[in-house]
């Protein structure tokens, strides 16, 4: 049965979820005529609309509510635990039931179903592909979500872990292979499943996992559900990004670069010796160089140019005590391409051991 | 102390009297990195790094008098960094147009932001200014303001949600060709069996009320490829070509069948997509010229 945590009416407390879930009801439950209590669209705002509304439903459900005799409701008064919130859920619709409202939001919205708040949590605890620290508390997420909302989370069809090579085929991403967090199992993109929320003429609207229905309608209520989520994910804690909402990760992006971070586990994984920004000694042993972006490099275009395969090459003669000196034009561009490839043999390395990634500063 | 009291009252009267809170205009503010006119008079907009509160720092956008500050508005994208730094090239922002870009921040905390002249009237200009924020994944704004006198407004905005959505607000000559209008694309790509979205306006100024107004949008050119019976198969095709940023769209938007979708670009201007047929791409089946019918989904 939905619930106010306080009082509606003139004069009430008329918190803004409370006054917004009445007005809900009163725009679905329907008077002998066949009209809506409430005419117009609900929005959280207690005024005279809503006034007459509730003493009309009152009024109509007197011999049940008897509001403004002795030891009951006020007229014009919609309490907590009252018969007119009582009498308002018994004449909601089967397909209204189970009409619900955060605190401090101003969107309606019908329960999910518990049967997919456990599987979508299974899901995630099962899924071989997060690291375990990471899905513990994405699935603790959603039990939480659905314990405190009544709300079901569920992963995005592309927010599990993406290899080097799906991470290569984003598009709406500036992040190359290796770049994202979730490369490495700590990231997830999790949504809202089949989310029901009432529209202001008290329609329902199933909407997709981004919620981009209510988002169209208002920017503002879309981003009161993401603050409900979050304030969970803060406790366990989980971290968000700024700009992305969907998008949850085990670390504060403020403590960390994911280059940085790629580099330490090229090092990790790798053969070869790579500093920030991708430079890397080739495998020889030398002095660093720039080897390109991580999506240049996985995609084998990697800038290894011929003088610094000269120069690598013969600094590691030298350190074998040999006199050999390489120069540019006795680089082939067979041994580029070779270079090329061994460098991306490197990025495929660290794809393998992606649960050995370490965030660096 | 009474006459500190008395002092602090007045400046907190001045203050609501003029918004100071959100646009008290600093005498230090940094100069412009660039400037745009507004048209004739010496009425400049201009970009300039903002200050910073929280490690959160937004570039702002002014108003500028024969070189002189006169008004701003921070922009809604903060970068992690004030400094901004000038792209090469539109980055991305707008099809062919050249318009100046620049970055402030890194990583997760940059912020590229770039500004066009849109010709509203024939005698004056507005400011279309694009952002993108993010590293992980991109989000992307678009404002355009416009100067009211000595005041800097800011007259439409169209901001992405959550998840992979895109959009594009590009600036487009209009019949009369003495101005210009907007399209305004929104698409959004929820991957699995779901098919992208992608809708269109057209907005053009309205002089009178001073704001865009929606105006009626027959077609857009396209590109498409394929003709594919599930949007499973129609995103396999996609991801094994050059042909990743394409949309995957039901064909009946392209003239085609309501059960088949379709590899899709779609632009403002022809000239991008005849661009984009001449980019190397070895697409099977060949990329062929299409219209895009945006009715119906312009909201």
């Known amino acids: 049965m939905p619930a106010i945590t306080g009082s509606v009416g003139e004069d009430a407390l008329n918190k803004t979820h409370d006054v917004a879930l009445v007005q809900a009801m009163l725009r679905i439950v329907k008077n002998a005529k066949g009209s809506p209590y409430l005419g117009g669209h609900y929005d959280g705002a207690y005024g005279g609309i809503t006034k007459s509304a509730i003493i009309a439903f009152q009024n109509d459900n007197a011999k049940t509510i008897q509001a403004g005799q002795k030891g009951k409701e006020k007229l014009g008064v919609v309490d907590a635990a009252g018969a007119t919130i009582t009498a308002l859920s018994a004449a909601l619709p089967a397909t209204h039931k189970e009409l619900r409202i955060i605190p401090n939001t101003k969107t309606v919205y019908l329960e999910g179903a518990q049967a997919d708040a456990q599987a979508s949590a299974n899901a995630i605890r099962n899924d071989a592909e997060f690291e375990t620290t990471f899905k513990n508390l994405l699935a603790k997420l959603v039990d939480t979500m659905y314990a405190d909302h009544k709300i079901v989370l569920k992963l995005t069809p592309t927010g599990r872990r993406r290899t080097f090579a799906q991470q290569a085929a984003e598009v709406n991403t500036k992040a190359g292979p290796g770049e994202s967090n979730h490369n490495f199992g ?21 909407d997709a996992d981004w919620l981009n229905a209510l988002e169209v309608a208002s920017a503002a209520k879309a981003n009161a559900l993401w603050d409900a989520r979050d304030a969970i994910a803060k406790t366990l804690p989980l971290f968000r990004l700024n700009f992305e909402r969907v998008h949850l990760q085990l670390h504060d992006q403020s403590t960390f670069s994911n280059i940085n971070s790629l580099v ?25 160089y720039p080897a390109g972006t991580a999506k240049q490099i996985w995609a084998g275009t990697a800038t290894v140019t011929k003088a610094n395969l000269a120069a690598a090459l013969t600094a590691k003669e030298v350190a074998a005590q040999s ?31 992606w649960i050995k990634w370490t965030k660096v500063p | 102390m009474p006459l500190l009291i008395y002092l602090f009252v007045l400046l907190a009267a001045w203050c609501v009297a003029e918004d100071c809170a959100s646009r008290q205009l600093e005498p230090g503010l940094v100069p412009a990195v660039t400037q745009v006119s507004a048209g004739p008079g010496g009425v400049t907009y201009g970009l300039a790094p903002g200050s910073c509160t929280e490690g959160r720092c937004a570039p702002v956008i002014q108003l500028l008098s024969s070189g002189k500050l006169v008004d701003f508005i921070p922009l809604d994208f903060a970068a992690s960094e004030a400094a901004l730094t000038r792209e090469e090239g539109n980055s991305g922002l707008a099809e062919l147009t050249p318009v100046e870009a620049w970055t402030a921040g890194s990583e ?39 100067a009211d006198g000595k005041k800097l407004k800011r007259v439409w905005s169209a901001a992405e949600g959550a998840g992979p959505a895109w959009s594009a607000a ?61 949007v499973k198969t129609a995103r396999r095709a996609a991801a094994s070509s050059c042909l990743n940023e394409y949309w995957v769209l039901p064909a009946n938007r392209f003239g085609g069948a309501a059960s088949k979708f379709v590899l899709a670009r779609v632009a403002a201007r022809k000239q991008t997509i005849e661009a984009e047929m001449a980019r190397p791409c070895e697409a099977r089946p060949a990329r062929r010229m299409a219209k895009f019918r945006p009715a119906g989904t312009v909201e």
């Open chain 1, 323 to 353: 006199k050999k000196v390489f120069k540019e034009a006795d680089i082939t561009q067979k041994q580029i391409g070779d270079m090329q490839k061994a460098l991306k043999a490197e990025f495929e390395a660290a794809d393998t051991n």
């Open chain 2, 170 to 230: 590009e600036v487009v000559p209009s019949g009369n060709g003495r101005t210009d209008e907007i399209i305004y694309l929104r698409g959004f790509r929820p991957g699995g069996t779901e098919a992208d979205t992608l809708t269109a306006r057209r907005l053009v100024w309205d002089d009178t009320k001073q704001e865009l107004a929606v105006q009626p949008l027959a077609i857009l050119p396209a590109v498409t490829t394929g003709e594919y019976s599930s």
């Open chain 1, 186 to 206: 700590r990231a997830a993109d999790i949504g809202f499943k089949g989310f029901r929320w009432i529209q202001g003429d008290g329609t329902i609207k199933t």
């Open chain 2, 108 to 146: 997760e905390g940059a912020v590229t932001t770039a500004l066009q002249s849109v010709r509203l009237t024939p005698a004056g200009n507005g400011l279309l200014v694009h952002q993108t924020a993010g590293f992980e994944h991109i989000k992307r704004r678009h404002d355009l303001f416009v």
């Open chain 1, 264 to 288: 330490k586990l090229l090092n990790t994984a790798g053969k070869m010796k790579w500093n920030k920004g991708y430079k890397c000694d080739f495998g020889l042993g030398g002095a660093l």
